[in-house]
């Protein structure tokens, strides 16, 4: 310490500022740099291991994969991650709604045949006469593999199932799921929805304003784009009044009296909701017996969010003193479930008696008969339900699946388990 002097620090004050503008201007001239020659800017991505493991087991396999899922689930990220395990082969990328790409593909066969490596298309059924093409090439470049992704069902990409029949693998891709992203994020999942831009948002305003928009672009846009011509008007309306019948018995009679439409509109409506991936028809099983069935389909919207967002629940608050607490519950646990299993659409059922007795989900392992019941309940407890559906169904086992910590037997073939270990399940079947 210098006594009786002053120390004149303004031309460190100044130098420091110096540096902070150049880095500042260093910045800016990088960022428009990578806008210039369109470097991606990576973004935060959640590394999808099994679904990568999936992918590249079935583009062994066939020549030809179809990931298929809703709009924004990931199915383009998963693409890149899957290019990125590939540095040493050649990467061809054609995204279907970019201009430029697709004039590319004026002449198809001309523009494909010369490419090796990993051909990638997005948003295929934008061109769906692309499908022919592709059969001629799977037949003729043994050493060129098709990876296209698309946001409609294998039933309105039809042509894909027809013209590349024993030629095609396909792969269905949701959001994120528990298995993912770990059980501490479960109730954000269940609050936000599985999409990654809605689950990754700063907060839980930003996250419902995205999906506000996301409805609004899907019908205005989406669905037109696919060739169907219905009112986005109407469409919101009928999707407003399948929120409130979700996890219900679908009765097409009574939403169209409220729409003013037949039946049969009613139900292509929600054929073309679940054919884009929004809503699962869960169907109910129908075994040979004499008791009187329940014979219509259970619907569920498949996102969590996307039902929050309808209903104007905004965060895990609105969602706790919400009457949907309990509905919503179980279609979050059983979109979770379904993603755990790997089971398909066609293998998942509930079964309900007219009588009352009902099993929310029943699928089949090895040709044996399994059960799950959903409750939002912190102590699950066995009813007579559960009971009956043991023995109408001859059950191997009986799973509770609840919201809490544990997993523990409550009877001989009934057990409670958490939705944070579903692998409890895996460990009976």
């Known amino acids: 310490m210098i006594r009786g002097s002053r120390v004149d620090v303004s031309g460190a004050h100044n130098i420091t500022f110096d540096i902070f503008l150049l880095f500042v201007n260093l910045s800016m001239k990088f960022l428009c740099l990578m806008k210039r020659f369109h470097v991606r800017i990576p973004v935060m991505e959640i590394q999808r291991v099994k679904d990568l493991q999936i992918l590249n087991q079935k583009i062994k396999d066939s020549p030809v994969v179809a990931i298929l899922g809703p709009r924004q689930c990931g199915k383009t990220t998963l693409a890149h991650q899957f290019a990125s395990q590939h540095p040493n082969d050649k990467i061809h990328f054609f995204d279907l709604e970019n201009p430029r790409d697709l004039n590319k593909l004026e002449n198809p066969m001309l523009t494909l045949e010369r490419l090796t490596g990993f051909v990638i298309m997005d948003e295929i059924q934008r061109k769906p006469e692309l499908f022919p093409v592709l059969r001629v090439l799977a037949d003729s470049q043994h050493f060129t593999k098709y990876l296209i992704l698309g946001s409609a069902s294998r039933h309105l990409v039809s042509q894909g199932s027809e013209s590349l029949a024993g030629r095609i ?84 009679s009574e939403i169209g009296q409220s729409l003013g439409v037949a ?55 609105d969602l706790s003193n919400h009457p949907k607490l309990g509905a919503s519950w179980e279609g979050f646990a059983i979109e979770q479930i379904v993603s755990f299993l790997r089971l398909r659409e066609e293998e998942v059922f509930f079964w309900a008696l007219h009588t009352g007795a009902e099993l929310d989900l029943l699928f089949f392992k090895n040709g044996k008969p399994f059960g799950i019941e959903i409750k939002y309940s912190d102590t699950p407890k066995v009813t007579q339900s559960m009971k009956s559906a043991i023995e109408d169904l001859t059950l191997e086992h009986l799973w509770v699946v609840y919201p809490g910590k544990d997993a523990y037997p409550l009877e001989e073939k009934i057990s409670s388990v958490s939705i944070h270990h579903l692998a409890a399940i895996t460990s009976i079947l």
Do not use: C
């Open 263 to 317: 039946d049969t509109t009613i139900r292509r409506y929600l054929d073309i909701l679940s054919n884009t991936f929004m809503i699962r028809q869960l169907q109910p099983w129908l075994p040979n017996v004499k008791k009187r069935l329940v014979k219509r389909p259970k619907i569920y919207f498949r996102d969590s969010g996307l039902f929050h967002a309808l209903l104007s629940i905004e965060n895990l608050n």
């Open 169 to 252: 693998s396909f792969m269905e891709l949701g959001g994120f799921s528990l298995e993912l992203l770990g059980s501490d994020k479960w109730e954000q999942l269940w609050t936000r929805g599985g999409f990654p831009r809605f689950f990754l948002a700063r907060d839980d305003k930003v996250s419902f304003e995205l999906r506000q928009d996301f409805i609004s672009t899907f019908l205005e846009r989406d669905i037109p784009a696919l060739g169907i011509q219905i009112p986005p008007q109407t469409l919101r309306r009928f999707w407003m009044m399948l929120a409130h019948y979700h996890g219900q018995i679908f009765n097409a």
